[in-house]
């Protein structure tokens, strides 16, 4: 195969491996993003016989988008509520072998792991 061919298609297994997030659940807006609609470039969102997977856990609504903003917006307001009252627990995210604290700017300063410990 010519250089420029083995490029493209290097190019095109990447691009079908490890898409993975969230899309708008619009068939005009999926299109736009794999004009093949096959899933070639989106394969979460499409059934093996080329059709939208409405059920696919990467598609939300625009009502899905709005309530995951405003919930987020919440935790964000609630938190810096928190903050500006003074409360500074330290309460890292723990969950199997992922810690938090591994990749935190202030572990240096912080006195988490002396108090666990």
């Given at each position: 195969a010519e250089p420029e061919e083995v490029i493209r298609q290097?190019?095109?297994?990447?691009l079908r491996i490890g898409r993975d997030g969230l899309l708008l659940d619009d068939e005009k807006v999926l299109l736009a993003m794999d004009a093949s609609g096959n899933g070639k470039f989106l394969p979460n969102v499409y059934t093996k016989k080329g059709g939208l997977n409405h059920e696919?856990?990467?598609l939300?609504?625009?009502?899905?988008?709005?309530?995951m903003f405003s919930d987020l917006e919440n935790k964000l307001r609630e938190?810096?509520?928190r903050i500006l009252n003074g409360?500074?627990?330290i309460s890292p995210?723990?969950?199997?072998?992922?810690?938090?604290?591994?990749?935190?700017?202030?572990?240096?300063?912080?006195?988490?792991?002396?108090?666990?410990?």
């Amino acid at each position: 195969a010519e250089p420029e061919e083995v490029i493209r298609q290097k190019v095109e297994e990447g691009l079908r491996i490890g898409r993975d997030g969230l899309l708008l659940d619009d068939e005009k807006v999926l299109l736009a993003m794999d004009a093949s609609g096959n899933g070639k470039f989106l394969p979460n969102v499409y059934t093996k016989k080329g059709g939208l997977n409405h059920e696919s856990k990467n598609l939300k609504t625009r009502e899905g988008f709005q309530e995951m903003f405003s919930d987020l917006e919440n935790k964000l307001r609630e938190t810096g509520e928190r903050i500006l009252n003074g409360e500074m627990r330290i309460s890292p995210v723990k969950h199997g072998q992922y810690d938090a604290c591994a990749y935190c700017p202030m572990k240096n300063a912080c006195r988490y792991k002396e108090k666990e410990g």
